[in-house]
């Protein structure tokens, strides 16, 4: 099992280009969030899905889209990026009460 | 208001000396807590997880949960250097839709 997976692991943007964060699980998991971290900040939740087809918005989903394409899959899409979005981007799946992470997509953005 | 608080550091103990972390929540209606520890570079590891009023423990690590004051602590007994990380508090309400994470507290443990 290669658990949670993300790409890209390294990315750097300009402002106001648009990418896509994949993420990807193998463990037949519902639930599936997309968090961003910051110095000093911990982890604030941008979007979860708590199953395939539903999306719903954390405490920070400005700026951000996300697809749940399958019960595996769970993408974050920048449409305009902004250097505020430079942070660590971490997915991560949850059967009830345990989350695993992925291993983090590091994203700066000049 | 931040729904969860603690210090962040950082937290320095001798090797072989207890570890005590401290973690605040705002929300009364949160029903389930947990502690990662996440390496530096690295993503957050789940190592505690507690639901209940009183002590839980597992190995060195001891998870206590006191609601009626909204605090929940984690103890490391005889600290090793490779303790030494980031200590992440998380709660969540009864269905697990949302976590909510404290911004760590950073733990160092001299040899």
């Known amino acids: 099992n290669a658990g949670v997976t993300q790409t890209p692991k390294f990315q750097v943007l300009k402002t106001g280009q648009s990418m896509t964060l994949q993420c990807a699980q193998d463990m037949n998991h519902n639930s599936m969030y997309w968090y961003r971290q910051d110095p000093g900040m911990g982890l604030r939740l941008i979007y979860y899905s708590a199953s395939e087809g539903t999306t719903d918005k954390g405490e920070v989903p400005n700026g951000y889209n996300v697809s749940r394409l399958n019960k595996r899959e769970f993408s974050l899409r ?5 250097p505020s979005q430079t942070s660590v981007y971490f997915c991560a799946s949850s059967e009830e009460d345990t989350q695993y992470f992925g291993p983090g997509t590091r994203l700066t953005v000049l | 208001q931040k729904e969860v608080e603690q210090n962040s550091g950082p937290l320095s103990v001798p090797e072989g000396a207890i570890a005590s972390l401290n973690c605040t929540y705002s929300d009364r209606g949160s029903q389930s807590f947990f502690w990662y520890r996440q390496y530096s570079g690295k993503s957050p590891e789940l190592i505690m997880s507690i639901y209940s009023n009183g002590d839980k423990e ?7 949960l006191n609601k009626a004051s909204q605090y929940v602590s984690l103890l490391i007994r005889d600290s090793q250097p490779s303790d030494s990380a980031t200590y992440l508090c998380a709660v969540t309400p009864y269905n697990f839709n949302k976590f909510y994470f404290g911004s760590g507290t950073k733990l160092n443990v001299k040899p």
Do not use: H
């Not at chain 1, 920048?78 to 902004?82: G, I, K, P, T, Y």
């Not at chain 2, 597992?58 to 206590?64: E, K, L, N, S, V």
């Open chain 1, 78 to 82: 920048l449409e305009s990026a902004a």
């Open chain 2, 58 to 64: 597992d190995g060195r690590f001891t998870a206590q």
